[in-house]
Structure formats: C-alpha cells, structure tokens
C-alpha cells in the first residue's frame, strides 16, 4: 500500500512537471524582439551604465553576438556588477526598454570558468 501511495505521488509530480515547464524562459538581447512576457534575460554589460537613486540604466549585449537592449533595474547592484561582466535578470519588455524585477539580477563570475594559466 505506500509503495502505491508513493508511486502515485510520483506520477503526479511527473505530471506536474511535464505540465508546467521548466519555468521563466532564459533568453539573450537578440532573442527578447516581440517576446511580452515575464523571462529571464542573459547578457554582458556595455560601457556607459548611469545609476541615479536607486535605478540603474544599462545596455546588455548578446556574449558572443552584437545584439543589445537598454535595461532598467530599480534595486540595488550585486558587487560584482561593472562593465564587462555577464549577468541574469528576470525582467520584461516594455516599450523597447527591458525592465528588470527588483532582486533578480545575478552576475556570473568569469573567474570561475576560465581555465587557470600555466606556470610554465
């Protein structure tokens, strides 16, 4: 009898799942064009971001493309946040601007994935 209870709970979760997706969609500048809904958006920070109080104003380009969007972020900044580095923020489009959730903006540390020189 639990081994049927467990199994069913299981199958249920699986539906759930398979129903539900993987969640908010991970995307890049040039993927965001006609794109309304609630994602979350990928890129490397261009030169020229502006923070006035505590709104912060930037470009995002594609890592490996040249694609870019105007983001607005009205929170505060991770530390690692400069220009260069790559980051992630859940976000929507809204008149041609990417306007980003308070507390959703995460930056990648390049550090970790890039291979360690030689000492030679």
Do not use: H
């Amino acid at each position: 009898m639990l081994a049927l209870s467990v199994a069913a709970v299981l199958a249920v979760f699986l539906v759930y799942v398979s129903l539900a997706g993987g969640g908010t969609p991970s995307i890049q500048p040039s993927e965001l064009k006609g794109r309304s809904e609630t994602v979350v958006l990928g890129g490397r920070v261009l030169a020229g971001w502006k923070t006035t109080g505590r709104v912060t104003t930037f470009r995002l380009r594609d890592p490996k493309g040249t694609a870019t969007v105007r983001v607005r972020y009205a929170d505060s900044l991770p530390d690692q946040f400069k220009t260069g580095r790559d980051l992630q923020v859940k976000g929507a489009l809204q008149n041609g601007v990417f306007v980003g959730e308070p507390g959703t903006m995460v930056t990648k540390c390049p550090s970790k994935y890039v291979p360690k020189k030689s000492s030679s």
